[in-house]
């Protein structure tokens, strides 16, 4: 099984709501991500869990919240999202964070649009 | 942080034309990465390149890391309409950003038949 999955694929909330988006490898990669992508632009990084800890955090806001569970899930909860959060939400798995062949496998996304 | 610099921004070509596109860095890169994403799809992994000079083959696909690893391309030969979708190189940090891969803006490339 080479390949990542999201769910949902599409979420619309308000800006009041609480909703969390899910993520799951079975690849036995110990290194998982969240990235943001907007329209026309690159996948810009959120969050790195190496071995089910935190390891980069870029300055996201405290309303994303990420947990990672055990080394096969990931999760991202949201809570009073803004409009201009609504994005492409992308997973992706990895080796290790110190594999020295890092290739990452992106799943579909989750299209989140905050109203 | 470090930034990789990535050209055209956008690309319009024939079916059967070829294509290039160029990633540069001010600072000598570990390594660069490069991957695909089709319109409405998601990044999908292509190839990786660590060597000075390193020069890769993936049937049309022939990617190149400069002699100074300051500078990456990619370039497809004779484009089909399958290679439509953004091209994205991404260098991956290390130290205290190790796994952290920044991506280029990525080159849209268009092929009409």
């Known amino acids: 099984d080479t390949e990542v999955t999201q769910t949902p694929k599409h979420l619309v909330m308000g800006m009041t709501n609480k909703k969390s988006l899910k993520c799951e490898q079975h690849?036995?990669?110990?290194?998982m991500y969240w990235y943001k992508q907007k329209a026309k632009k690159p996948p810009e990084l959120m969050f790195v869990?190496?071995?089910?800890?935190?390891?980069i955090n870029e300055s996201v806001p405290s309303r994303f919240s990420p947990e990672c569970p055990n080394s096969s899930l990931l999760n991202l909860h949201l809570h009073a999202l803004q409009p201009e959060d609504s994005a492409l939400y992308l997973c992706?798995?990895?080796?290790?964070?110190?594999?020295?062949?890092?290739?990452?496998?992106f799943g579909p996304g989750t299209r989140l649009t905050v109203l | 942080g470090q930034q990789v610099m990535q050209i055209p921004q956008y690309q319009h070509v024939q079916e059967g034309e070829d294509f290039t596109t160029y990633c540069n860095s001010s600072?000598?890169?570990?390594?660069i990465q490069w991957y695909k994403q089709r319109p409405g799809g998601h990044p999908v992994f292509l190839i990786q390149?660590?060597?000075?000079?390193e020069v890769k083959k993936q049937k049309r696909l022939t990617f190149q890391f400069g002699e100074a690893k300051k500078n990456s391309s990619l370039h497809i030969t004779a484009t089909q309409t399958t290679d439509v979708g953004t091209y994205f190189c991404?260098?991956?940090?290390?130290?205290?950003?190790?796994?952290?891969?920044?991506f280029g803006q990525g080159t849209i490339l268009t092929v009409h038949p």
């Open positions: 992706a798995s990895s080796q290790g964070s110190r594999s020295s062949y890092n290739e990452q496998f």
């Open positions: 690849m036995g990669h110990r290194a």
């Open positions: 869990y190496s071995y089910e800890k935190l390891s």
């Open positions: 600072t000598t890169l570990s390594n």
């Open positions: 390149l660590v060597k000075s000079g």
């Open positions: 991404g260098r991956r940090g290390g130290g205290t950003s190790y796994g952290k891969l920044t």
